[in-house]
């Protein structure tokens, strides 16, 4: 059975100070790894997907990487505004399905 | 993206009672998947909406409790059935466009039953 486990849970950052979440996976052949945001009241937004070990891919403060086991979710200087929950997803070979983790629960403080 | 439409937002419900959630997309989509989000519980998949046949559905969600209807490419319903407390969740429709596209949310239906 596909395994998604993200940590922190929840994690409160100053404004400015970067900070990296992570998402350990197993899964029976890694189709693709996606991260999305979701804001209180809100379905998850897409932000990203990930294919294959050692692939990076950025969107504006959000970095995320990907290993033969886990993913990163980097932020950098975050902003307020990046306060979300954010989840990680994995699809395996084979399936339509995403397995989903609990989700890093994210605060940034002015 | 497709923008895709959930109604209703929210409803309280009696137990005992049904109540059907309406997912409507603004383009036609290959995929349709209900999900649900319990407090402090990750996104899980009750069933894949398919077009014109019976929904598949995951181990531990049957039909008689979920009934699923996706009659066109742009719209399909999750109904409720019989409702508990237990049954007060988050519902989330989804769709993609293919095997390597990724899945796009609505704002999901946020259920309470009393």
């Known amino acids: 059975e596909d395994q998604v486990t993200q940590s922190p849970e929840a994690l409160r950052l100053q404004e400015g100070e970067s900070s990296s979440l992570n998402c350990s996976y197993t899964?029976?052949?890694?189709?693709?790894l996606f991260w999305y945001r979701q804001d209180p009241g809100k379905g998850p937004e897409f932000l990203f997907t990930?294919?294959?070990a050692g692939e990076e891919k950025e969107k504006e403060r959000l970095k995320a990487t990907l290993t033969k086991k886990e993913s990163f979710l980097h932020i950098t200087a975050p902003k307020p505004e990046d306060s979300a929950t954010y989840l990680c997803?994995?699809?395996?070979?084979?399936?339509?399905?995403?397995?989903f983790g609990k989700g890093n629960q994210v605060v940034v403080i002015p | 993206s497709a923008v895709i439409s959930q109604k209703p937002s929210r409803d309280i419900c009696q137990r005992g009672t049904s109540l059907t959630i309406q997912c409507q997309v603004d383009?036609?989509?290959?995929?349709m998947f209900w999900y649900r989000q319990q407090p402090g519980q990750s996104l899980t998949l009750i069933a894949t909406?398919?077009?014109?046949?019976?929904?598949?559905?995951e181990s531990g969600f049957v039909i008689d409790k979920f009934p699923i209807s996706r009659p066109n490419l742009t719209f399909s319903t999750l109904t409720v059935s019989n409702m508990s407390p237990e049954d007060s969740s988050i519902y989330l429709c989804?769709?993609?466009?293919?095997?390597?596209?990724?899945?796009?949310f609505g704002n999901g239906t946020r259920l309470t039953v009393t």
């Open positions: 989804s769709v993609g466009q293919g095997i390597n596209s990724p899945l796009h």
């Open positions: 899964v029976s052949g890694l189709r693709g």
């Open positions: 990930l294919y294959s």
């Open positions: 997803a994995v699809q395996a070979d084979g399936n339509n399905r995403l397995a």
């Open positions: 383009s036609q989509v290959t995929m």
């Open positions: 909406a398919n077009q014109g046949s019976e929904a598949t559905y």
